[in-house]
């Protein structure tokens, strides 16, 4: 068995990913599910739920199927050649995994990769054989292996690196960051969100936030929130492309691709809205990384990018949250992470998470203007509050006031009066010495 450096962008032809889908409205659709189930890569791509997560396990497949160099002109029938090869001979596939192991050891000791980036690799192989029913003793043959660390070293984009990625001139760029670093969602939700999953909420005629329902009808659906100014901005490209032509509804896609204005034919009409996908918008978030000034030219021996062109957002997200003071198991259930038991005990109100959020605005809002605006809105609010208290004690110190002049007047009385008896008496006492005088 020959064994070659493959690289992850092969160009070697493959079948297209949706050939796993089946049409259900189909009358035919048993005999489609019939020979999905006879195709190894269709049940192997039917087993990934996510698009983007789909893709970096089609690759790797096709990394481990190179390295062995199993022949067949599409992805499909060389599937089908590994899985019929490893079930007439189960000790063949064995050693193959071993070589490719082997292999890819080599290169994390030369810190070609990383440990992590190893098991990465060996996930796609293992699912594959999971989904073929093909016996592999994975804990036996991956003892030894270095694990890596289960967090990479990047960081989160500054405030300043933000506002420069914004400056990129596509309309569309401030609303798909501004959501993402103050939604602290992941890359692939976009594949799943309408603009009826957004919902604004008001307090005293003013927008304060706005709720986004992420993945929402699947298993992981899960709600978040952004600010203020992350919701303007989507609604002024909601509004944009209802004043040239689009309807919208609570199903029209958030994102979408751009459209020629000057002509009514085509491609990218408006009134033909086509969904922007995740990786339309990792691609479009990446141009604008490079276009920027960003993103440059990695220095010899370095692997990775100082923070990761979509998922940098999300750390952006948590670590200005917690600098706020959030509650941290709040900012896990914004995120979509599991909290452990908490998962089933743990039962905060949507305003309870909601009031919690807000301490955050400040921090997560990018542009300057809108942050001195913010901080003005909550210095007039602090002041109304205070004036209100001011105007409060006043009334109490003059009602106090009132009542002790009141109490005053009743004492002047009373000493009035008491003054008159005093008279009274002493005239009484001055008759009775007269008259025993006389």
């Keep these: 068995m020959a064994v070659e450096i493959i690289k992850e962008n092969s160009n070697i032809s493959r079948q297209s990913n949706s050939s796993f889908n089946i049409d259900?409205?189909?009358?035919d659709f048993i005999s489609q599910y019939l020979v999905m189930h006879s195709d190894p890569y269709s049940l192997f791509l039917n087993a990934i739920k996510s698009p983007e997560t789909r893709e970096k396990y089609d690759r790797r497949l096709l990394i481990f199927i190179?390295?062995?160099?199993?022949?067949?002109?599409?992805m499909k029938e060389r599937c089908i050649f590994l899985t019929d090869e490893s079930k007439k001979n189960n000790q063949w596939i064995i050693n193959c995994v071993v070589a490719y192991i082997m292999y890819q050891r080599n290169r994390l000791e030369k810190k070609e990769i990383t440990g992590a980036t190893l098991f990465n690799y060996l996930k796609a192989i293992k699912l594959f054989c999971e989904m073929t029913d093909i016996s592999i003793p994975w804990k036996k043959i991956t003892r030894g292996i270095p694990r890596g660390r289960r967090y990479a070293e990047d960081r989160a984009p500054t405030v300043d690196e933000i506002r420069k990625i914004c400056e990129y001139p596509d309309r569309r760029i401030k609303a798909i960051v501004y959501m993402m670093c103050s939604g602290g969602f992941r890359l692939g939700a976009w594949d799943y969100l309408k603009w009826g999953n957004i919902q604004p909420f008001s307090k005293d005629e003013k927008i304060v936030s706005a709720k986004v329902v992420i993945y929402a009808g699947e298993e992981e659906e899960h709600f978040t929130f952004i600010t203020p100014e992350a919701y303007f901005h989507l609604k002024e490209w909601m509004d944009y492309r209802i004043a040239t032509g689009e309807t919208i509804a609570k199903d029209s896609w958030v994102m979408r691709d751009l459209w020629d204005t000057s002509t009514s034919i085509g491609r990218g009409l408006i009134t033909k809205p086509k969904k922007l996908k995740s990786t339309g918008i990792k691609r479009l978030i990446e141009r604008a990384l490079w276009t920027q000034g960003i993103r440059k030219k990695l220095e010899d021996g370095k692997k990775r990018h100082e923070f990761q062109a979509d998922h940098g957002y999300r750390k952006f997200f948590k670590t200005h949250c917690e600098i706020a003071g959030m509650k941290p198991i709040n900012i896990e259930k914004l995120m979509g992470h599991s909290t452990g038991i908490s998962d089933s005990y743990y039962r905060a109100t949507e305003g309870e998470i909601l009031s919690d959020y807000l301490i955050a605005i400040d921090s997560l809002t990018i542009n300057e203007e809108n942050r001195l605006k913010h901080k003005i809105e909550e210095l007039n609010e602090k002041n109304d509050v205070n004036q209100h208290i001011?105007?409060?004690?006043?009334?109490?110190?003059?009602k106090e006031i009132k009542k002790l002049e009141e109490k005053s007047k009743e004492n002047d009385d009373a000493v009035s009066n008491l003054s008159d008896q005093v008279v009274i008496l002493m005239e009484e006492i001055k008759k009775m010495k007269s008259k025993n005088a006389g």
């Design 66 to 74: 190179d390295f062995l160099k199993i022949p067949g002109s599409t």
């Design 390 to 398: 001011i105007t409060s004690k006043l009334i109490e110190r003059e």
């Design 24 to 27: 259900f409205n189909s009358n």
